[in-house]
């Protein structure tokens, strides 16, 4: 009890100093969610203008403000950059989509439903007075599918309401909540089964016939000057510049987090703090949290090529010490943690790295990430396949307007992480939420390859294929061969020495799709897609075969993937 209440009184503290702060506030702002089509179409414009939009973000740290969105394409130089007529298209769409930051007129609704609602078409009831901005949507996502999971065709049925504004100068504000029913794909299915937790979820109540659970995401904002901005609450955020991440992923539910960011200059610096949740029964008590402390640092070398280091600590104080919960020690938002670490002679565990991109010819990115969990460099030359070399690799190329064609873009990427990847002395502090993986969805002990193609033929129709084969090494019968990040190293079922990728149960994964989506009005779609997906391994248990056609409507969410 006692530990219990120093937790909160620091939460407290942060909560007084946060709201202090915010006195002196220069403009408020909220983010879109991540994994949307606008930041396909911002990878597009910062590409084809041949320059880093070093003025108004770092497409590395996701997600964006709506306000910087606003302003990049306000300030875009269309003259000096070659646009189709959907390039432009794509353009008014965010312009529309953030209008309550842009100084153009577009987004108008000349056919709204009353004088109240839909006047913009981004805004199903859009309020803005004097010192305060509302902006209410529906949220609808209904899908059905012919796979099946134990006999049931697969189903999204999602309801729920998104709201976003600001008080004054002083207070931002965003809140999307939403009720759903899901029957899943026989893959999510059997993951959920085996492992008791369900991708983008928390607590799922499951009943004879379907899954149910609320997704909700809420936060508020504050901007102190023009370079530094806070935000804390439940949300995701994304470090990367390809499909999947090592540093910090979103394939899995918000957690309670506060972020700030700093940009000036050529610089962007952002502190992540939050509380993740292991669940460890289906009761009804409150589960057992970790915590994550990361720091990354992105920096614009030239117009085009942009560095960035990154470093995360994995803590847990809930037993075993004379404190529990949050350690002050890491609120630092400057100091090398791993020097906090040894400092504390804790068994915390720490992660680096460093992600890299490059833009050229105005058609072309490379983009990667080397990130490392742990390694000793004399075993590394060694090469004799030490346990404790654990890191990750990942490489892509992005190719916009592929051999002339307006708006058809090519994308390929391998990703591949080295057994024990992210794992710990103390399983109770792994780079998990919710049981989710929190940076690659295979987790560890895995290589992957990636191609993917995106076609926009008209101004209001996506096309977009997906094809994904990957080997990675299962466990079973309560092995630990370095797959699941979740388990503690020490249990681990090889030897010291030897260790490859794919080692355990050698696994082969398939997985492709093709997806036609048509936006009937701004942020609706209606999607058809076409995938199949298999596994083959030694052992018939890991082996599954399925292809399905799937149709759906969304409406103020972006489409969901389960491609693991």
């Not at 920096?299 to 010490?321: A, C, M, P, V, Y």
């Not at 020495?497 to 149960?505: L, R």
């Not at 056609?549 to 491609?563: A, K, M, W």
Request: charged share 20%; aromatic share 16%.
């Amino acid at each position: 009890m006692k530990s219990t209440q120093l937790n909160m009184n620091l939460f407290v503290k942060i909560l007084i100093v946060f709201f202090a702060c915010i006195q002196a506030i220069y403009a408020q702002h909220t983010y879109i969610p991540t994994g949307g089509i606008s930041q396909h179409i911002l990878d597009r414009l910062e590409i084809k203008s041949g320059e880093l939009a070093n003025d108004h973000f770092h497409s590395t740290m996701k997600s964006y403000r709506r306000k910087s969105i606003a302003n990049y394409i306000d300030s875009f130089s269309v003259g000096k950059v070659g646009l189709s007529s959907v390039d432009y298209f794509n353009m008014d769409y965010l312009i529309t989509d953030n209008f309550e930051w842009s100084n153009r007129q577009i987004g108008l609704n000349k056919r709204r439903l009353s004088k109240t609602l839909y006047r913009r078409k981004a805004a199903l009831y859009h309020a803005s007075v004097s010192d305060f901005n509302l902006i209410v949507n529906p949220v609808l996502y209904y899908q059905v599918s012919t796979d099946k999971w134990n006999g049931r065709y697969a189903l999204i049925n999602n309801r729920g309401v998104e709201i976003r504004g600001n008080v004054g100068d002083r207070i931002g504000f965003y809140t999307s909540i939403s009720d759903e029913i899901l029957k899943p794909y026989s893959w999510v299915g059997d993951y959920y089964e085996k492992d008791k937790t369900l991708l983008y979820a928390n607590f799922v109540k499951g009943y004879d016939t379907y899954l149910g659970y609320f997704l909700s995401n809420a936060y508020v904002t504050a901007s102190f000057n023009k370079y530094m901005d806070l935000q804390f609450g439940h949300y995701r955020n994304f470090i990367g510049d390809g499909y999947r991440s090592f540093i910090l992923g979103d394939m899995h539910p918000e957690y309670l987090s506060m972020r700030l960011n700093t940009r000036i200059w050529k610089m962007n610096y952002t502190n992540i703090w939050a509380e993740l949740r292991d669940p460890i029964s289906a009761s009804y008590a409150a589960q057992p949290r970790h915590y994550m402390a990361t720091h990354h640092l992105s920096l614009n070398l030239s117009k085009n090529f942009n560095i960035g280091l990154f470093e995360t600590i994995l803590f847990q104080r809930d037993s075993g010490h004379a404190r529990s919960g949050f350690d002050p020690n890491y609120l630092n938002p400057v100091i090398f943690y791993k020097s906090v670490e040894n400092g504390l002679n804790s068994t915390d565990k720490a992660i680096i790295g460093m992600n890299y991109k490059y833009n050229f010819l105005r058609h072309f990115s490379l983009y990667g990430q080397i990130v490392i969990s742990e390694f000793v460099l004399k075993e590394l030359v060694n090469n004799r396949g030490w346990m404790h070399n654990k890191y990750a690799i990942q490489t892509g190329l992005k190719y916009i307007d592929v051999f002339g064609i307006k708006n058809l873009d090519f994308q390929t990427e391998y990703n591949f992480a080295r057994p024990f990847q992210y794992t710990s002395y103390s399983a109770a502090q792994s780079f998990s939420n919710f049981r989710q993986f929190m940076a690659h969805p295979l987790g560890a002990n895995f290589k992957e390859g990636i191609v993917m193609i995106r076609y926009q033929p008209t101004q209001r129709i996506h096309i977009w294929g997906k094809c994904i084969i990957a080997q990675y090494g299962n466990d079973t019968n309560g092995s630990n061969f370095g797959k699941d990040p979740r388990l503690s190293y020490r249990t681990h079922s090889s030897a010291m020495y030897g260790n490859f990728i794919g080692q355990g149960v050698l696994t082969k994964l398939v997985m492709g799709d093709i997806t036609a989506s048509y936006m009937a009005f701004h942020n609706m779609f209606v999607d058809f897609k076409i995938g199949y997906r298999a596994t083959s391994a030694s052992l018939n248990q890991f082996n599954s075969e399925t292809s399905y056609f799937t149709i759906g409507i969304r409406l103020n969410v972006n489409q969901r993937n389960y491609d693991f």
